[in-house]
């Protein structure tokens, strides 16, 4: 009892794993008890029992084990959960339960199993039973058998799999127990229950006495077929119409039900293939071609034997079905060929799709055989055509058709016939279109007029399936000339034609469908009866109606055109006496007695009355024929008066117009009408006429009179005109119907014709051809001269890009016809393009693709097998189109692809394009035999290899569509392949391609397994392929299914691919829209109205899917209706708009607290994950659930990211209104962003940043400060999206880090960057390491947490990282450090490598700013630390220092490199600027001031030392600025993130408050910083506007050219102000003319009122751009844009054109801004361009002007730099492998600027004399001798000549050792010498040399003297601007005489001619005293202040580019300032 005690007091849970029986019993008891009194099934309860229900099944007490069982079924029927115990619970059911002895257990564990499957996990309880069949207990096999039964007797065959059943069920009859017979038999029963014939096939194999059993018990069955008698959990509608039928018994309902249940299941798919390839006789292939015909027999019956397996296994068959071929065709023993095609039969048959590639290959050759007579022959071939039609399709086989149906033999003929007889009743109308049934159409009604009787029948037979398939109206345009006798025949033929679907005859069409009573068979389609047939109800109402009021034309189908005109317009030809009668009736008599009047007058009054007449004449009544005869009566068409002429031509017009035109009467006056076309007077009534002769008689018809009848005569005139007259017709009535054929040859001689007026009508109406048959026209005129062809090529270019416009004619039609003709348009649209392939004539090269040439191509030796494939190649080039038969080629070539020599397997790759131009739509029979191996190409390892097989398959698709490629299992068998580059190739290409189909074969489904498997691939590319292309195969299959097929993989893969699956279905496509058309048969009216339907849906769509920032106004109802369209009533929808106008977020004291709280004690999931887990997900929407509102909440966790979108817009607008119930939620806000920060969408991305920009500065404005609960569950993860690849991200992130600065310690921030740095993601790497120089700039060494030394030494690391980026990224951090601490770093760093080390002190040299006296460096300790925080972080902001988002390092060197004059850049705009800031700080630190004349008296002393610029760190924004900048930079922000919003008016009032900011020089400024962020906005509107506003037909056009307008507007106000618009960056100057461009080509502005308007203020901004932008960055930006618009081959021509046209201007510009532009990053640039576009490759383009392009920028810049140039290749890695470098070579040494002056720096590597270097020592005793001769008066001459010499021969010579210790006289001296040697030495040439340099510059000669003058006047010109120079005075002004200051470019012009001569000196800049640099530099301010008023004055215009032209500060402010500073100094 004691033991008892103790197991009593434990809880449930323990009791039922109690090692006591009775404490199992009991816990069971109690658990059983509790079970069933949750009534939650997600109750956290069940969690416990998860880990114990096996064990409940399988307790080794009996007794316990039947309560088990109890417990166990009640927890599987009620927890959520239970699911996850379906594989050991069944199995432990299977082992332990079905061997009991005991009925009820066995009873328990089959409700069990069957509990399982309704609760959805049939599969796992399936596969368990069918393992539990292979135990060797025969008990637990009965029970299995029996649970089968059960399962399936309840479930039905939907829910039970029956095929890997009837797999196993024949070895279950071989068991050697009889109770498991039994079973089996039972079993078998209910399966042909379900699935009837269907598995007799797979049982053929038991024993005879058993199958007879089975037969006997079969026949018994009952023929009702069985219905669902249980349901799963999500069947429940079905459920309950299955009780609410048992209740009611009713017949409807039971038809419903036997739609719903039964599963036809194809037996086929229920067998075990086999592999006979295997089993063939070996000698197979040498006894087929025996000759004793006894041999050949024995081996085809043996191959018969096998091939009459019902299913065979997939392989190689090529070489079998090419033996067989040949007896078929061959053979003269007919027994033999009777044998051969019952092989090919059995084949066919075994096989199904899979000989779809073989079936072109014989269909020819069976079709051929049918010339035999014999009827065995002829029946066994009928049957295996037969079953080969049925692997593949009709149009696949239709040309084979088509080639025997003129055949002689008219056996041929009727059986040609009579097989497509056959194929047609296996067709469906989708499978069965126009385009195919038309040329069969053609083909068949030929034999319907042939002399033998069985032909005739045969085609009638055929025609008459036909029409019984896809209707009567389909058919009759096709059989418009037949006459009624025959059409009855055909008619007679389609009643008796049963077809094989009876339901498919219900809705095909036939104008009675109602009438036949559906036999019992079709009661299944009762239902789905009605839906079908409305369609074609509403289509009958109007065809039916004009018939019967007796309209003639309407009678046999209104719809079809072409056959109501061929009614209408046969009229006889009548004899003149008639037509005089006929037109005396109508025309008044005065009028027919004047017509042949012999004068004039009489004759004009005549026609007057004759027009008149004709115009009033009623429509039936009016004679066409007898009218136009009588004005063809004597003069006729031979008038010599023209204004009778004319007044004839227009009477002939309104005839054609308003009677009942014929042919015959369009016959009579078209010579005249063709006659007169080229008159100069009555052309234009001669072309009214034909316009409406073409209307009547349809253009076809008529334009092939015209030409025949122009080309016919001479007259030159009349041919141009006609020519002319037809190619506008053209784009007037379409090209439907046109005879190319017919034209071709005339326009050929049109093109020979001696006229150039002639050649122009023809090459003109070839453009308009072009405009609607594409590529395939210019193939006729390959052979023309080449002047001729180049002048229709550059015709073609002009249409290149254009669309055909809309037919705005047509063939005219009665009311009632065009009402019925409507539908059908649409359909014949369709078939238009394949139309006008086949026109093309093609060849038959199969005769020339002999034995010899496929073993040529197949030979040992590659040289042959090279010449094969070039033979092959010319034979195809000659032939230009070709039919679809090429022998034995597409075998020959297949093998070539795998040919070991690669450039074999390109040249094969390039012959296939080749084949698939020639070969057109003919195509589609190669791809399974050579198309598929291309596939198997892309699997090779060299790239080139790929990208070849890439451009092949993309030529085979466009010929053949992309359909036919993925029906069968060819695609899954090649992604099988366990190939990293075939998987990665295949799966872009397919991703690439599926979105654009909008329907796809089921067998798409067979490649999930294999893209499942790619998902988790060891290669991380064809992971990321296999990601991508997830969502397009969802798209076509749906996420269920393959929900589904991951369901069977493993546990640990199917979670990891559910997880992609669910992220895919968030960013899966729609599928593409059906061209719109009026549903088939649908009259005018229901068209429309479906057309019109769901149209608003879509657009609606449509905008939320496009405009991420939709404003609530509209986005609120579209978005809740999205969801489940048609669902949602609209009072619904109004209702959740009231409810979101609420607060979004619920303020509760202190729950944050609480949060925080409960995740310190482990109370909840501590927020710290590297992917996001459900778990995580679940807790956050629980802890929201209490402060978001539910709406927000569920649009936040949609799974639609638009949802997301819409969601951060309404928070954004929140913000400032819920500010401090942000703030409360503010943890949770943040963990949301942080999932967000996981998603891959960039949208959103951008959304989530704009929100966290804005909501870090408004907690900052707050005052608040971030705790560290809240940090930790954010930052780390902010800091990962420092390493994505957009730099728009990384900017943006940057920018929050700057503002979470604000709000949370940086010393806080530090430790978590300095985690990011071990980040594997170099971009992520450099960015901390940025970001934590910038902490240590602002804050000092205190911010390196937990130890300065221990954070460095970590830092220094990096140093020796592989990537370039972090490399620099650390130096430039240490850097930081060594600026803060000096030398104390190299302490902190600890040891490095000597490399590290090295590259580390360089840097510190290179970027030192610090002066080296000690005076200096003690001052500017106290300013460093002098800024508080708030002042350093915002000194962060990029966009101040450095718009181009360029790395650090070049913000420290370019100012270092200034002052070092290394570059000899001149004096560069923003000195003045840096200047300014130095005196704002000067200004405000009256301290500062009262030191200040220490340092300038310093300087002043030392004169030797150079001026180094003030440190850039310690400059601080102008107070004003600063305040203001504060204080508005959140309204900036938002205002700005406005102007990209999806509403038109939100937008224009952003963009309006911008422009006012802008206009206003004063306040223009508080834009600064912002520029890039402003123009991301504005582009976003641009490209939002792009593609939803403007396609968006609700949209009134005004607003969006308003938008667009003020959009231009603020653009331009922006490019106005230099200073602005220099801070656009390179990214975003390319993504702004991006969207101009795209803005510029829009061709549907132009049809906005004013739109070119719009185009001109566009064009006028783009050039504003170019002339104001940052010169490097805009043309950087437009080498990129160029390289990526050429690699987009579906894009514009004309989009690059313009870029280009940019670029050509920007070249314009390089002589004035060369020296401002930093050419190491253009000549980076270009060599990318080279490496993407290598000069073959460029060539091979279109286009040659890219590549001139190009040359020209690179020439320009060699010129303007000569030989310097070579040094500005340091940015490039490998410097040898580029083209570029060999290109400037060439270009420099052709220039013969080799020698030239060389830069100082680099010519180390770059040099080209290096040969020529020496010895220091030596060189150091050539210059000590040369300085030696100088300083003695007698030699100076001497010595400065050799210096001069010597400079020139080494232009890297450092002269510094020897001049530092010399006066400053003495430099000035030799200074001095040097120039006036320079000057002597180049003469007069000077000015030509400078090609930068105007006529009128200073440099440009001695006061503006220019030919030939003394050289006097120049030395003493030189002297005087030493001298100046020295005191301080610039040398600025044009002459002498005082005249006025010029312009800003000739300043720099000036700077940059003294530069290069000033540094024959010394690499250092001649040196002045600070005083001295003020003065001047006021001077030029002054001068470029005056200047810029001046200009500004007149106009108001903006200033000239010369950028030093630009004020950078208020000039009269600066100079007080200078004044007082220097006042106090003295």
Request: charged share 30%.
């Amino acid at each position: 009892m004691g033991d008892d005690s103790e197991w009593m007091k434990l809880p449930v849970d323990q009791k039922c794993e109690h090692k006591v029986w009775k404490a199992r019993l009991s816990g069971y008891e109690e658990a059983l008890k509790l079970f069933q009194r949750i009534e939650d099934e997600k109750s956290p309860e069940w969690g416990k029992y998860l880990g114990l229900i096996k064990k409940f099944v399988t307790d080794s007490n009996v007794v316990a084990q039947l309560k088990g069982l109890e417990t166990a079924l009640a927890f599987v029927m009620n927890a959520h959960i239970a699911g996850k115990t379906t594989g050991e619970v069944t199995s432990g059911v299977i082992t332990k339960v079905f061997n009991q002895p005991k009925a009820r257990a066995k009873e328990l564990g089959l409700e069990i199993c069957l509990m399982y499957i309704e609760i959805e996990k049939a599969e796992v309880v399936q596969d368990e039973l069918l393992k539990g069949l292979e135990n060797k207990n025969p008990k637990v096999v009965v029970a299995c058998l029996e649970a089968l039964r059960k399962a399936l007797s309840e479930f039905g065959s939907k829910i039970v799999t029956l095929k890997p059943v009837v797999k196993v069920l024949p070895k279950q009859f071989e068991s050697r127990e009889k109770a498991v017979r039994d079973e089996a038999k039972l079993l078998a029963i209910e399966i042909f229950r379900w699935i009837r014939d269907a598995l007799r096939p797979p049982l053929q194999g038991i024993n005879s006495v058993q199958l007879k059993d089975l037969e006997e018990e079969w026949v018994k069955v009952p023929t009702a077929a069985p219905k669902q008698t249980r349901f799963l959990r999500s069947q429940q509608d079905l459920k309950a119409k299955f009780e609410q039928h048992q209740a009611n018994k009713g017949d409807e309902v039971d038809g419903e039900e036997e739609e719903d249940t039964v599963v036809v299941v194809d037996p086929y798919e229920l067998l075990e293939a086999v592999d006979i390839l295997a089993k063939l006789p070996k000698d197979f292939y040498e006894k087929i071609e025996a000759k004793k015909w006894q041999e050949r027999k024995e081996t085809l019956e043996a191959v018969e034997t096998l091939a009459k397996n019902p299913k065979l296994e997939a392989g190689d068959y090529g070489d079998l079905v090419r033996a067989l071929k040949k007896v078929v065709g061959k053979d003269a023993n007919v027994m033999l060929v009777t044998l051969a095609a019952k092989c090919l039969a059995g084949l066919a048959s075994g096989l199904r799709k899979k000989f779809g590639t073989h079936a072109t290959l014989v269909v020819s050759t069976i079709l051929e055989k049918f010339k035999e007579k014999k009827p065995q022959v002829v029946q066994a071939l009928q049957e295996a055509i037969d079953a080969i039609f049925l692997t593949t399709t009709l149009q696949n086989l239709s040309e084979d058709i088509l080639g025997v149906m003129d055949n002689k033999n008219p056996s041929i003929k009727q059986q040609a016939s009579l097989f497509l007889a056959r194929a047609f009743r296996h067709c469906t109308q989708a499978t069965l279109s126009k385009s195919v049934l038309k040329p069969f159409c053609a083909a068949l009604l030929k034999q319907v007029n042939d002399s033998a009787l069985e032909v005739r029948d045969a085609a009638f037979e055929a025609l008459g399936t036909a029409m019984k398939v896809i209707g009567e109206k389909a058919v009759n345009p096709f059989l418009a000339d037949l006459d009624k006798l025959k059409l009855d025949k055909i008619k007679e033929c389609a009643d008796k034609v049963e077809l094989p679907g009876a339901k498919r005859g219900a809705s095909g069409g036939d104008k009675k469908p109602a009438a036949k009573a559906p036999p019992p068979s079709e009661a299944p389609s009762k239902s789905s009866g009605p839906p079908k047939k409305t369609p074609a109800a509403a289509a009958s109402k109007p065809s039916a109606g004009p018939s019967k009021k007796g309209k003639p034309a309407a009678a046999s189908g209104a719809k079809a055109k072409k056959g109501v005109e061929a009614k209408e317009i046969i009229e006889t030809e009548l004899a003149i006496e008639v037509c005089e009668q006929r037109a005396a009736l109508v025309l008044p008599a005065s009028c027919l007695e004047h017509l042949d009047s012999a004068n004039w007058k009489e004759r004009l009054a005549s026609m007057e009355e004759f027009q008149k007449a004709v115009e009033t004449m009623d429509k039936i009544e009016m004679p066409c024929q007898a009218l136009v005869r009588m004005l063809a009566k004597k003069p006729g068409w031979k008038e010599t008066n023209f204004q009778v002429m004319q007044m004839k031509l227009r009477v002939v017009a309104i005839i054609a117009q308003r009677g009942q035109f014929s042919k015959t009467s369009a016959s009579v006056v078209l010579e005249c009408l063709v006659d007169k076309v080229g008159d100069v007077k009555c052309g234009g009534n001669a072309k009214e006429g034909l316009t409406a002769i073409g209307e009547s008689c349809s253009l076809p018809w008529t334009a092939e009179q015209l030409v025949s009848l122009a080309f016919a005569q001479k007259n030159p005139k009349n041919q141009s005109e006609s020519l002319n007259w037809l190619a506008n017709a053209m784009k007037e009535f379409g090209f439907a119907g046109i005879n190319v054929k017919a034209f071709i040859n005339n326009v050929k001689i049109a093109l020979g014709a001696t006229n150039p007026a002639v050649r122009i009508s023809a090459i003109a109406l070839l453009g308009v051809m072009y405009l609607y048959m594409g590529a395939p026209l210019r193939m006729f005129f390959e052979d023309e001269k080449p002047a001729l062809l180049s002048q229709i090529d550059a015709e073609f270019e002009k249409m290149q890009g254009q669309s055909p416009p809309a037919a705005t004619r047509g063939t005219r039609k009665s009311g009632p016809e065009a009402d019925g003709d409507d539908g059908d348009e649409p359909e014949e649209d369709a078939a238009g393009p394949p139309d006008i392939m086949d026109l093309l004539p093609r060849t038959d090269i199969s005769d020339k693709i002999n034995c010899d040439l496929v073993s040529k191509i197949g030979d040992k030796n590659w040289k042959i097998r090279k010449e094969g494939l070039d033979e092959a190649a010319a034979i195809i080039s000659e032939a230009k189109f070709i039919t679809a038969n090429i022998g034995d080629l597409s075998l020959a070539l297949k093998g070539r692809l795998n040919d070991s020599n690669k450039i074999l397997v390109l040249q094969t790759l390039t012959m296939l394009q080749q084949l698939a131009t020639a070969m057109g739509p003919g195509l589609k029979q190669h791809i399974k035999p050579l198309g598929i191996p291309i596939i198997t190409v892309l699997g090779d390892s060299k790239a080139n290899v790929r990208a070849a097989a890439l451009a092949t398959l993309q030529a085979w698709v466009e010929q053949t569509g992309m359909k036919d490629w993925l029906e069968g299992d060819d695609m899954s068998e090649e992604l099988k392949r366990e190939n990293p580059f075939l998987r990665q190739e295949l799966l872009g290409w397919l991703a690439e391609k599926l979105p654009n189909m909008r329907t796809v074969p089921g067998d798409l489904m067979q490649c999930v397994p294999q893209l499942f498997a790619c998902l988790e691939d060891r290669n991380g590319d064809v992971r990321k392929k296999a990601q991508d292309a997830l969502p397009m195969f969802m798209m076509h299959l749906g996420f269920d299914k393959m929900t589904k097929a991951a369901g069977k993989l493993k546990p640990a893969s199917k979670d990891q691919v559910s997880g992609m699956l669910e992220k895919a279905r968030a960013v899966m496509p729609a599928k593409p829209a059906a061209p719109s058309k009026a549903g088939d048969g649908a009259g005018k009216a229901p068209g429309s109205k479906a057309a019109a339907g769901p149209r608003p849906q879509a657009s609606g769509d449509d905008a939320t899917d496009s405009k991420p920032e939709g404003k609530k106004i509209r986005g609120g109802g579209a978005a809740a209706k999205r969801g489940t369209p048609g669902k949602k009533p609209a009072a619904k929808g109004m209702k959740e708009e009231e409810d979101r106008s609420g607060p979004i977020f619920t303020l509760i004291p202190n729950a944050k607290e609480q949060r925080s709280k409960e995740e310190k004690q482990l109370k909840i999931l501590k927020w710290n994950f590297t992917t996001p887990r459900d778990e995580y997900l679940d807790q956050l929407k629980a802890q929201m659930s209490t402060c978001f509102a539910k709406w927000l909440q569920d649009e936040i966790f949609h799974f639609d990211f638009q949802r997301h979108v819409k969601a951060i817009g309404v928070m954004m607008e929140r913000l400032e209104s819920e500010s401090e119930a942000t703030i409360g939620c503010l943890d949770l806000i943040l963990k949301w962003f942080t999932l967000r920060f996981f998603d891959t969408n960039t949208t959103v991305l951008m959304k989530v940043l704009e929100y966290l920009k804005l909501l870090f500065a408004m907690l900052s404005a707050q005052g608040f400060h971030l705790s560290e609960y809240e940090a930790s569950s954010f930052v780390p993860y902010l800091i990962l999206k420092m390493g994505e690849s957009k730099d728009g991200v990384r900017k943006d992130v940057r920018t929050i880090l700057t503002l979470l600065c604000k709000v949370y310690p940086a010393a806080k921030v530090f430790p978590l960057l300095m985690d990011g740095t071990k980040s594997k993601n170099s971009k992520q790497r450099s960015e901390c390491l940025e970001e934590l120089g910038l902490l240590i700039e602002g804050n000092g060494l205190t911010v390196c947490q937990p130890t300065p030394a221990k954070c460095l030494k970590e830092i220094a690391v990096h140093i020796g990282d592989r990537d370039t980026s972090v490399r620099n990224a650390a130096l430039n951090t240490v850097v930081a450090v060594y600026n803060v601490c000096g030398e104390q770093v190299y302490k902190l760093i600890g040891n490095l490598s000597e490399k590290e080390m090295s590259m580390l002190e360089e840097r510190i040299k290179r970027s030192a700013k610090k002066t080296p006296a000690a005076a200096p460096a003690k001052q500017s300790a106290p300013e460093r630390t002098q800024p508080p925080n708030s002042t350093a972080t915002f000194l962060r902001k990029p966009a101040q220092e450095d718009p181009n988002k360029l790395k650090i390092m070049y913000r420290t060197y370019r100012i270092q490199a200034r002052q070092n004059a290394q570059h000899n850049e001149p004096s560069h705009p923003s000195i003045p600027r840096e200047f300014q800031l130095d005196l704002d700080m000067i200004e405000t630190d009256q301290g500062r001031v009262g030191d200040l004349p220490d340092l300038v008296q310093h300087k002043l002393e030392e004169l030797l030392e150079p001026i180094v610029m003030p440190e850039p760190k310690m400059r601080s924004v102008s107070p004003h600025y600063d305040e203001l900048h504060n204080s508005t930079a959140s309204t900036i922000n938002f205002v700005i993130s406005q102007v990209a919003s999806g509403d038109i008016n939100t937008s224009i009032q952003a963009l309006a408050q911008i422009d006012e900011v802008l206009r206003q020089e004063d306040k223009a400024e508080v834009m600064s910083g912002h520029i890039d962020q402003f123009l991301i906005a504005t582009f976003m509107q641009l490209r939002l506007t792009y593609n939803t506003h403007m396609a968006d037909e609700r949209l009134d056009k005004k607003d969006i050219f308003k938008l667009y307008s003020c959009i231009i507007g603020n653009m331009l106000s922006l490019f106005f102000m230099e200073s602005l618009a220099r801070e656009a960056s390179m990214g975003v100057l390319k993504d702004l003319m991006h969207g101009l461009i795209t803005l510029m080509l829009d061709g549907r502005v132009e049809d906005i009122e004013d739109g070119q308007q719009l185009i001109r203020s566009v064009n006028l901004l783009m050039v504003r751009v170019l002339e104001r932008s940052d010169q490097t960055n805009i043309l950087s930006a437009l080498l990129v844009l160029l390289q990526d618009s050429l690699i987009t081959t579906g894009g514009s021509p004309m989009f690059s054109e313009l870029v280009m046209k940019c670029l050509w201007r920007m070249i314009r510009y390089l002589p004035e801004s060369i020296n401002s532009i930093n050419l190491d990053r253009i000549l980076l640039d270009v060599h990318n361009f080279m490496k993407v576009f290598p000069k073959d490759k460029l060539k091979q383009l279109k286009s040659d002007v890219p590549h001139r392009t190009l040359k020209t920028l690179l020439h320009t810049l060699c010129k303007l730099t000569g030989a310097k140039i070579l040094d500005h290749l340091s940015m490039i890695e490998n410097r040898n492998e580029s083209e570029l470098e060999a290109h400037l070579r060439r270009v420099v040494k052709h220039s013969g600027n080799l020698s030239g002056i060389k830069s100082d720096r680099g010519n180390e590597k770059s040099g080209p004399r290096t040969e020529d270097r020496m010895s220091k020592a030596k060189v150091s005793d050539i210059l000590s001798e040369i300085f030696k001769k100088i300083g003695s008066k007698e030699n100076t001459k001497e010595g400065l000549t050799e210096l001069y010499e010597y400079k020139q021969q080494y232009s890297d010579a450092d002269l510094e050792p020897f001049l530092r210790n010399t006066s400053q006289f003495f430099q000035s001296y030799v200074e001095r010498g040097l120039r006036m040697i320079e000057s002597e030495r180049e003469g007069k040439g000077r000015i030509q040399t400078t090609a930068v340099i105007p006529q009128h510059g200073v440099d440009s000669g001695p006061l503006g003297g220019n030919n030939g003058e003394d050289l006097k006047p120049a030395m003493y010109y030189e002297r005087l601007k030493i001298l100046r120079q020295r005191k301080g005075l610039e040398n600025h002004t044009k002459g002498l005489g005082g005249v006025g200051g010029v312009g800003g470019p000739e300043d720099e012009q000036q700077q940059q001619q003294r530069l290069p001569i000033s540094s024959l000196l010394s690499p250092k800049p001649p040196v002045a005293s600070s005083t001295d640099m003020l003065q001047s530099k006021l001077s030029q301010l002054k001068e470029s202040r005056e200047l810029y008023q001046q200009e500004l004055s007149p106009h108001g215009h903006s200033p000239p580019r010369g950028r030093s032209a630009s004020p950078s500060a208020n000039l009269d402010d600066l100079k007080k300032r200078l004044e007082r500073i220097k006042s106090n100094r003295q």
